[in-house]
């Protein structure tokens, strides 16, 4: 596992090993949803059952999915993570929150959100061509400065929940595939609103962290 320093929050990444496995089992199954409803999202134009619910016409016909084979591959790389990010804690505890999938066609994307509300967020790569599919781009809240990560095929990142993030539009015709999931540790959970500051409030807050840090002296 390596780890990277981003704005200033930090990512952990490493490389899932049963990837082949993994894509092998699901990308089939993904694919076939994605061509019966390319656009499955309520939130934007790509294809995902983020938000699938029983009941709902848009999802009619859509094969639902069973992730004991991921949350099984999984446990392994989320126990290092959180051991590392807690090491002072002899056996952290924490559990799934959530598991989904996602495709990304030619020029799909998502926007800038979240996942506050969950301690942490994860995203497997399963299909991921570097230089035409964007890799996940981190936002300050604050400042609006964009930072993205190096990333290769098969590779699993880890960060905060409440981290602001989008992706770019795909420009391959090839689909950028993807399992993301959330995890709750208890006691550690972030912020579920999304603040949206002004001009004036972001020069605000940096004043006031400058006060905290001695910057302005």
């Known amino acids: ?15 899932v090993k049963e990837t082949k496995e993994l894509f092998d089992f699901y990308v089939p199954k993904f694919i076939r949803n994605y061509e019966k ?9 790509i294809h995902t059952d983020y938000h699938k619910e029983s009941g709902d016409d848009v999802y009619e016909g859509i094969e639902d999915i069973d992730f004991s084979l ?8 989320i126990k290092n993570f959180i051991s590392h990010y807690f090491p002072e804690i002899l056996d952290p505890q924490w559990e799934f929150e ?10 799909q994307e998502a926007e800038v959100h979240t996942h506050a509300g969950h301690s942490f967020s994860l995203v497997h790569y399963l299909q991921y061509e570097k230089g035409s599919h ?10 609006k400065e964009e930072a993205s990560i190096n990333i290769e095929d098969g590779d699993i990142i880890m960060f905060k929940s409440d981290i602001f993030h989008r992706v770019g539009s795909n420009h ?4 950028r595939i993807s399992i993301a999931l959330n995890i709750n540790v208890p006691g550690f959970v972030t912020f579920k609103e999304e603040v949206k500051l002004t001009k ?18």
Do not use: H
Request: charged share 25%.
């Open 200 to 217: 004036e409030e972001i020069e605000l807050q940096k004043y006031c962290d400058s006060l905290q840090t001695g910057d302005n002296e």
């Open 98 to 107: 959530g598991i989904w999938y996602n495709i990304y066609g030619k020029n």
């Open 172 to 175: 391959s015709d090839k689909n």
């Open 37 to 45: 409803q390319p656009t499955l999202s309520k939130d934007w134009n």
């Open 134 to 143: 964007s890799p996940i781009v981190f936002v300050n809240s604050y400042t």
């Open 1 to 15: 596992m390596r780890t990277e320093k981003i704005l200033p929050e930090t990512v952990y990444i490493d490389n």
């Open 70 to 77: 991921a949350e099984e591959v999984y446990f392994k790389y």
